[in-house]
């Protein structure tokens, strides 16, 4: 199962954005690295890279924050490889719980389109 290596996220009513770095499980090839790179460089910051489960906590506790409003995360090919790959960290992690009272939907933008 690929694992997470960066969670982001953006707000659509406010536009509120979260983004952390994840310390990979395995040491990233030379081409990841240089896509880290260019993304780092994008961002213009240099990102503190934390472990999965502290990213999930706090990704959802970011989540938390629109609790009131349904939240629904899409992504695009989520179907076939993000539901699949945050669910697996999710349980790893042992976050299900928090995951279900703060998500009440995961959708594939690739189906909206």
Do not use: C
């Not at 990233?28 to 240089?34: A, H, P």
């Not at 989540?63 to 790893?92: M, Q, W």
């Amino acid at each position: 199962m690929p694992h997470i290596t960066q969670i982001g996220a953006v707000e659509m009513d406010f536009g509120e954005s979260f983004s952390t770095y994840v310390i990979p499980r395995v040491p990233l090839s030379l081409e990841q690295n240089k896509q880290l790179e260019l993304s780092v460089m994008e961002h213009q910051f240099m990102p503190m890279a934390v472990p999965i489960l502290e990213a999930l906590s706090n990704f959802l506790i970011w989540l938390s924050t629109f609790k009131n409003n349904g939240v629904i995360l899409v992504a695009h090919s989520s179907r076939v490889f993000d539901s699949r790959v945050v669910s697996y960290a999710v349980e790893r992690t042992g976050l299900q719980i928090m995951f279900l009272e703060n998500v009440s939907k995961f959708t594939d933008s690739l189906s909206l389109i």
